[in-house]
């Protein structure tokens, strides 16, 4: 089945040629002009990602983010805007988004961008069945399926995005381990991101705000000052 993917941008140059460059790639595609539009979309069809111009009539992007983020749909968003501004990078992805671009851009990189975003959220074609026997990986109270893009919180489901899902998986594979903000950067975000490692704090936040019980006082990821974090299992687990 064709990956699904919904174009938002109200420059008509630019969807023609994302469309064409998608479809061509195998992609279904569905497009909007506007954010009111893209809202409605977004919230009433799945989707397997979206791309999200920044700058938009009716809604700008960043509401558009927010909104879908907050009504539970965790579809990888793909940012794109004309404005080089770091403010709105860090803002896009405090929001919610996963990955980000700067217009102008090569329509084979936001394809391979995509390719590689689909590939980590994407599960097995063959439906699988979540056992006790399934691998998991389980700190304290939670538990986390890697085959499945699943994570559990004393057996109840927690909605991550597909980056702080990634974030989460790699912090989990190296417990215990003080890991430096650009080595997590360079794991998880996987290309060039101009050494911008706030985004590892966001995502850090974000995560705390799903899985700790007081983010003021984190048991499960430690900040290790002047260097990073590191994922370890609370105490009374220990």
Known sequence: MSQHVLIVDDEESIVTLLQFNLEKEGFKVTTAMDGKDALQKGLNHPFDLIILDLMLPEMDGLEVCKQLRQNKITTPIFMLTAKDDEFDKVLGLELGADDYLTKPFSPREVVARIRAILRRTQTTDTPSVTTTEDVKITIGDVEIYPDNYEVYLKGIPLELTPKEFE????????????????????????????????????????????????????????????????????ANHV
């Open 167 to 234: 974030l989460l998986l790699y912090l989990a594979n190296h417990k215990g381990r003080a890991l430096t903000r650009d080595q997590l950067l360079n794991a998880v975000w996987n290309y060039e991101f101009v050494g911008d490692t706030r985004i590892v704090d966001v995502h850090v936040s974000h995560l705390r705000e799903k899985i700790e019980p007081n983010t003021k006082k984190p048991v499960y990821i430690k900040t290790i000052r002047g260097l990073g974090y590191k994922l370890e299992a609370p």
